[in-house]
Structure formats: C-alpha cells, structure tokens
C-alpha cells in the first residue's frame, strides 16, 4: 500500500537513463572523444591546432563568408518560407489546403540537385545565387514554424486587440505572437546553412567564388600527406567559433520557442480569422507558388532532362530517358535500396531514441532540450569526423560496427535528433496532464496507459518525425561523405556520378530518390487522408 | 461506505489548503461550494490520490488511502473522477472511453452509457463529434464504468447549456443516491449546489466556512460569506462584542455560537422603504442614497448603499421607483438573520 506509485517510476525512469546513455554514447561521448583527442594530436599534449584558431587571415574570411550566407539565405528562407506560411494560414488564398504542405516539398531534393539544376538553367553565381538556393532548400523550416505559430494564436486575442487598437496594432500583436516561432525556424535554417558545404563548394569548383568555413573545416580533414590525428585537431579546433555561434543561436531559438503560445488539446481554441486578399489573390498566389516551383519543380523537370539525355550532344529524347532509368534500375537500384532503408531505420531510430526523452523533457526534465541540441549545434562534418574517431578506435567496442551500417544509422539519428526532440516534446505538452490522470484513475499501469493514451495521442508526431529524419537523412551529404558505409548513399552517388560526367544516369537517379522521399508522405496520405505536419 | 478525511493540509506556496475535516456517506451527495481559487478542486484531487496532502488523512470506509507514511496511488484508489474539462481522450470514441476505464465488456460499457443517458447511436462517435451534454454524459459514465468507490465530480455541468442543465442534474442525483459510493460535488454555482447537494460544504481561501443540509443552510446561514453566496444576501456589519450589539439600523441580539465578529444578513425583502415618521427603537429608519435600480422576478429592487454596504430593498408593488442618486428611507421589515463574519462557525 506505501508508495507504490514509486515502483512504476523506476521503472519509467530505468528506459529514460538507458536511453540518456545511448544518447550520450552516440552523440556526446564521440565529441568529447574529438575534443580532448584534439589537445593530443600525435599522442603528447599539444595546443598548436587551437592556437591556429583565427590565426590567418584565410580563416577569417572563411567564418566571414559563412556568417553572411548564413544570414543572407535565411533571409530567402524566412521571406519565402514564412511569407508562404502566412498567405496559406492567414487569407483566404486560394488552394491553401494545397499550397501549405507543398510548401515543404522542397525538402524532398537534396541541396545539391537544386543547385545542380540551377546551373543547368543559368549561369548566374556568387554569394547570392548560392544564398538563394540554400534559403529555398531550408524554407521549409521557416514555412513549417511560421505556420505553427500562426495556429497556435487564438483568434479571439487578435480579434480584441482589432477592436481595440485598430488593424495596424492587431497585425503587429499578431506577429509579436508568433515571432518567437519565426526565429526558430529562421534559426533552424541558419543552422543548416552554416553546416552545407556542398552547395557553396559546387558554385566554387564551378568558379571560385565563395569559399565558406564548413567546407574549410572539411578540407582540414581530408588533408593529405597528414597523420589522422592531426588532422582530427585541427577540424575540430578550427570548427570551434562555428559550433559556439550555433550552439548561441540554437539556445536563444529554444528560449524564444518556450515563450510561444502552448494550445493544448483541451484548450477552448477559436482559429485565426482568415484575411480577404480581394485583387492580391493573384500576386499572394503566385507568391505562394515560388517555393515548390523552386524547391521542387525546378529541380524535378531539370533531371528529368538530363535523365532524357539533355547535357549530351545528341539531344533529349524518351528513349535514352528510359535507358537512364534502365541503367538505375539495374547498376543502381542496389543503392537507392540501401540509402532508402538507412534512411528509414534511421529515422526509425530517431523517433526510438527521441520519444522518450522528449516525453522526460516535456514533463519533468526541460534541460534534455537542451542537450538533444548538441548534435544540430555541431557542423555535420565535424559530427562524421568525431564519430569516425570514436568508432574507429580500436581500443574500443565500438570499432566492430565501424564499417556497418550501425555507424550510419546512428550518425543519421543523431544528427537529426534535436529536431525529433523539439517536436515530440512539443507534442507532448499539448497533452493536458488530466488525459493521463483519467487513465491512471481508472487503474491502468504505465504500459497500458501509454500504449491506449498517450501513445496514440502522438502518434501522427512519431511519424511526422520519422518522415523527417527520413528525409533529412537522404538529403543529408555530409555524413555521407565522413562515414565509410555512406559510400553507398545515393547523395554521395549522385554527387560523383555528376562530377564524373553521367548526368544522364544521375538525373534519373536524383528524380527516383525524390520519389523514394516522398514515399512516406504518399503512403500517409493513402492510409490517413492526411500529410501531416512536423510541429517542431 | 463513507468517506472520512481528517486534519487534511496540503500546501503549494502560495495557496495552502486546510486543515479540515469531512465526512461523507455512501449514497449520499456532498457538494462542495465556494469561489473559484478557494481550494475546491484541490481537495477533489487530494481525495482521488493525484495529489499527495502535507498532513491528515483520508480514510474510506476501512481503507487508509493516505496518512503519516501511507499514500495509496490513484490507479488503487477505485476513484470515478469527472474532471472540469471533462478530459475525454479525444482519439477514442464513447464506447472505447467506458470499456477502457472500466475493463468492461461491450454489453456492459453500453448499459452504462444509456443509463448515463448516451443513445446508443452515439456510442460510436469521438468526443469532438459530440455535444457539450452528450461529452458531459460520457464523462460520467467513464467515472462510473470501474465501479467506483467513490465519485467525485469537478465542476460537472460547467460547459453545459442552460436548458440541458436538468436532465443531467436528474441523471446525477440518481446516479449518486442510488450506489452506496460517496459522492462529492464541486460547483461554484448557487442553483446547481441547492439541486445536487444532499450535503452544503461552504468553502473559501483553502478552508471550510460551513457545512449541513442544504436547505438548513439557505434557511439559516451562520456565516456571513455562506449567506452572500447562497443567498445574494448584503452584509451589515454589527458593532461590538456582547450579546446584545447596534448597526445603523438598530441593536441585535447575537446568539451564542457566534464567535467573534457578528453582522446582519439582508435579504430584499428584509428592508422596506419607510416613511419619514416610521423607525424607532430597535428598528430605526435611515436615510441612504440609491445607487441603482432594477427589475427581477421578485419585483423592483432598490440597490441602496448604507455605511459603504451595499443592500438590496425589494419595493411593493404599488410603490414608486426611485431614481438612482436619490435619498430614500429605509427600514427593516422583518428580524433579520445574524451571521458571523469571521473563522469556521461551528
């Protein structure tokens, strides 16, 4: 009869320290691993690789250009992404049903193909090209949080405040509701954008015009002619102004996002009251439609083209299209087969590893936020580089999973993890307490209660987040390129297969990896009705 | 069964709760009323087990559900609880809410549901797709489904409308009266407590101001916070501290049990307006400016203001109305209730 109350505790919290650990093993411990490795670069104390931290000029033009781009393309990612938000949530736009979700599809291509695809069209490059098509490929974040934001206010609270103090002063109460929202997806993207090194180093190799510091922390590794550990030193020391502007910035992102309005599912909860555009609606609709034209079409219809032979001599035609996708089909399925399934237990694994320490931060531990936001604040580079330190240690277990697809599946998971956190844990605070207690009232254990309530209540979240870290890990290039088994992911295929000249082959591979991505959604669709949203 | 709880405290800077006493028997209702923030809903939580009281204890027929080194958690209590927002689980429908609750089977789950008064063409359906009646009679009949042995309703008809309010105050009371389970009610509405409440608990700022039967306490009120909330009563303040003590509108006598500070309880029709030659003696005649005027079922109503009270005056049929800023007279037109202003009466 004392306290049993206690037992079902122990035994929640037993899952919640287990997966604390798995969490610190696959994420913190190979940081810190890379960290202290990095003052013992050839087995004796050292600070020479931290003491080349902006030392010469070079490196400090390279933290330069990466804090302009990073600030310019958030600017395109907020503009179009957040305008994208609010015509869709906020007016009477036309097919907003519609153009909402589509305004996430530019997700669905990596990076590189949408900037690959624009080479195609125009030979236009330099900071702002790059600025752009890096803001069009992350405005999905912004689109996505705007969007939350704007649900999240109750429109009686804007109705009053019109009434009130007029359409001006409704408008800005308005935006200072959801302005914390809009900043995390502005720092969201930033965050993405500060660690892409693909997308500025294809506009470079193409003419040398923009060298950013993601790609300068990736040069340091790959160095020849240096010993590893040396190497290791120097990408890590010279990552560090980086990683503590994100780390700043992914904090002040989760501080404003907690000062955001909470609707929970009990909340008595009136929706905004939606605009009249009246003559705007042709210019908010063709506004609306820049992102997936962008983001998605642009890139779709240009591969589609190469696939159809456009970059060789002899013209575009069905037949050598279909040979392309033949050839896929045969030399390269393998591949697609193998980046799909890491993709999807990656995100498998996210959710497993996510969930619970989303429900731990959402009810009684808000610092596990925090923590989960170590592996976004680290450059996906570095990220590779630490794991292949600590996993190829062979002093260690761990070494035995090093050319396993473990080490891709965890890096992937791990990498995406914050925003699985972020979202889950958001989730699980719309759920008011009094579900639970209704439940715990009616005598059912923790099992049960979270197999019947909570667990079915985020759900459509658990798969929201699994589409995500699905989808992110296929775009995902970086770890790719660090990590052995990534050898076979279809980004880094695609990237080499281009470089070496097989546009052909590599546009019908970019389009059916675009298709493999969206096979998710698609499958949610059929079974749900719904695309869901990431309520990051 | 009954429900005893004993020298119950729970605080939670910076509202504290108790101590109190209470006891309430099987098959009966308790309602407990007070203003909102006063400690009701608290209470409610203590005796289910989701909180967990500073001190006291809570004892149900012979089982301890907690005292020093005891708490037995809420999944062990058997508790039906309705909560203020009903807490449905909105991705269940009515019949999966009762059958998960109460472990039932269908046939079971679906007797319940119509006694609660759910047809059975709704059964099916999700809380979202129901009315606020229909979700407030699935909200009962899950606290009911695990055979209960003790029910506790928090604010239940709160998001009800008005029309809807009787049959499901019928469907309560019967419900309650006929398991020997206990049930305790809480509400911040006069009318709903005088319909439900077998037993009245006064409650305000964490405390229990008075208690009894429901019609003892709208007859007799001993505390002059009870008989402003039940009975919309304006408070006169008695001066002194004997048995015999003055207002304005004449001496009183106070009787024994008042403990402390004394004032008058003045229902409308306790005061009249009086012409310039009546009032004198024990019942004197003041002059008062009005304050405001309007129209009930009970007829004109005089708000006046006497020595910073506000008190209502019920006028006679034939009598004219005057107009708010004017002076009237006024006097009593009947002994009036003397209440206590301060701490529990007894």
Redesign the interface.
């Known amino acids: 009869m004392s306290m049993p109350k206690g037992a079902s505790k122990m035994q929640g919290s037993k899952t919640f320290w287990i997966l604390l650990g798995l969490f610190v093993i696959l994420a913190i411990l190979p940081l810190l691993y890379l960290f202290f490795g990095s003052f013992f670069p050839e087995g004796s104390f050292s600070m020479e690789a931290w003491r080349k931290i902006l030392s010469t000029h070079t490196e400090r033009i390279q933290l330069l250009h990466s804090a302009v781009l990073g600030g310019l393309a958030t600017l395109f990612a907020v503009l179009l992404g957040g305008g994208t938000a609010w015509v869709t949530e906020r007016t009477d736009l036309p097919f907003a049903r519609v153009l909402g979700p589509m305004a996430l599809l530019p997700l669905l291509f990596p990076p590189i193909v949408v900037a690959m695809s624009f080479a195609d069209l125009s030979t236009a490059t330099g900071l702002p090209v790059v600025a752009l098509l890096l803001g069009v490929s992350h405005a999905p974040f912004a689109a996505a949080l705007t969007a939350r934001g704007l649900r999240s206010i109750d429109g009686r609270l804007y109705e009053s405040t019109l009434l009130a103090r007029g359409r001006l002063r409704a408008e800005l109460f308005l935006f200072r509701q959801c302005v914390a929202d809009l900043l995390a997806g502005a720092l969201l993207v930033l965050v993405f954008v500060l660690s892409n090194h693909g997308v500025p180093e294809f506009f470079s190799v193409k003419k040398k015009t923009w060298f950013v510091y993601s790609e300068a922390v990736f040069l340091r590794w790959s160095a020849p002619g240096k010993p590893g550990s040396l190497r290791a030193a120097e990408a890590i020391a010279s990552s560090a102004p980086l990683l503590l502007f994100i780390g700043v910035a992914l904090l002040v992102c989760l501080r404003a996002r907690r000062k955001g309005t909470l609707v929970t599912m009990a909340s008595d909860f009136r929706p905004l009251p939606r605009r009249i555009l009246g003559r705007g609606k042709v210019f908010a609709l063709g506004f609306a439609l820049i992102l997936p034209l962008l983001g998605i079409l642009m890139p779709l219809w240009r591969m589609l083209l190469w696939s159809a032979g456009s970059t060789a001599n002899f013209g575009v035609s069905m037949h050598t299209a279909i040979g392309s996708f033949r050839r896929v089909a045969t030399e390269l399925m393998g591949d697609l087969g193998y980046t799909l399934g890491m993709a999807a237990l990656a995100g498998g694994l996210l959710v497993f590893i996510a969930l619970p320490l989303a429900w731990e931060a959402a009810k009684r531990r808000p610092w596990i936020e925090a923590l989960s936001l170590i592996p976004l604040a680290v450059p996906g580079i570095l990220l590779g580089v630490a794991l292949v330190r600590l996993w190829n240690d062979p002093h260690l277990p761990l070494s035995r999973f090093y050319d396993t697809p473990v080490l891709l599946i965890s890096g992937y998971a791990t990498r995406f993890l914050p925003l699985g956190v972020l979202a889950l844990a958001n989730a699980a605070r719309r759920l008011p307490t009094s579900f639970d207690e209704a439940a715990r009232l009616s005598g059912r254990g923790p099992i049960m209660r979270w197999l019947k309530i909570q667990g079915p209540l985020l759900l459509p979240t658990a798969v929201s987040v699994f589409i995500l870290g699905y989808i992110l890990s296929l775009r995902e290039l970086d770890l790719a390129v660090i990590l052995p088994p990534g050898n076979d992911m279809v980004s880094r295929r695609l990237a080499n297969i281009v470089h070496f000249g097989n546009e052909d082959v590599g546009g019908a591979l970019a389009v059916l990896l675009a298709l493999g991505a969206a096979l998710p959604i698609m499958m949610r669709i059929l079974l749900t009705g719904k695309a869901g949203r990431a309520d990051l | 069964m009954t429900l005893r709880v004993s020298a119950l405290r729970f605080e939670r800077d910076p509202f504290t709760l108790g101590p109190l006493d209470l006891e309430a028997q099987g098959g009966r209702m308790v309602v407990l009323i007070g203003p909102s923030g006063g400690g009701k809903t608290t209470l409610l939580r203590l005796l289910?087990g989701?909180e967990a009281p500073n001190a006291g204890t809570v004892t149900l027929g012979d089982t301890?559900f907690s005292g020093p080194?005891?708490?037995?958690?809420?999944?062990?209590?058997?508790?039906?609880?309705v909560?203020q927002?009903l807490?449905l689980?909105?991705?269940?429908n009515a019949l999966a809410q009762v059958r998960?609750?109460?472990?039932s089977r269908k046939k079971d789950a679906t007797e319940l549901l119509l006694r609660a008064g759910l047809p059975a063409a709704l059964h099916k359906r999700l809380p979202g797709e129901l009315s606020g009646g229909e979700a407030q009679r699935l909200a009962i009949a899950?606290a009911l489904?695990?055979r209960p042995r003790l029910l506790l309703l928090d604010e239940p008809l709160r998001s009800v409308d008005p029309h809807l309010r009787d049959g499901l105050q019928r469907t309560l009371r019967a419900l309650a009266h006929e398991g020997e389970h206990p049930t305790i009610c809480v509400t911040h509405d006069r009318e709903e407590a005088l319909v439900l409440a077998d037993d009245l608990i006064v409650m305000a700022e964490g405390r229990i101001l008075e208690r009894g039967q429901a019609s003892e306490l709208c007859r007799k009120p001993k505390h002059a916070f009870t008989a402003r909330f039940l009975l919309r009563a304006g408070i006169l303040p008695l001066q002194g501290l004997g048995t015999k003590r003055g207002c304005p509108l004449g001496s009183f006598s106070v009787p024994e049990w008042v403990k402390g500070e004394a004032a008058l309880a003045l229902l409308p029709g306790d005061l009249k307006l009086s012409q310039p030659s009546q009032g004198s003696g024990t019942n004197k005649a003041v002059l008062v400016p009005v304050l405001d005027r309007h129209f009930d079922e009970r007829g004109w109503l005089l708000e006046v203001d006497l020595k910073g009270q506000a008190l209502s005056v019920l006028l006679q049929p034939n009598e004219p109305i005057p107009d708010p800023g004017m002076q009237v007279r006024i006097q009593l037109s009947r002994p009036p209730l003397v209440v206590q202003t301060n701490g529990e009466s007894a």
């Open positions: 289910a989701l301890l080194s005891v708490f037995v958690p809420a999944a062990e209590r058997h508790v039906g609880f909560f927002g807490a689980w909105p991705h269940m998960f609750a109460g472990r899950r489904a695990g």
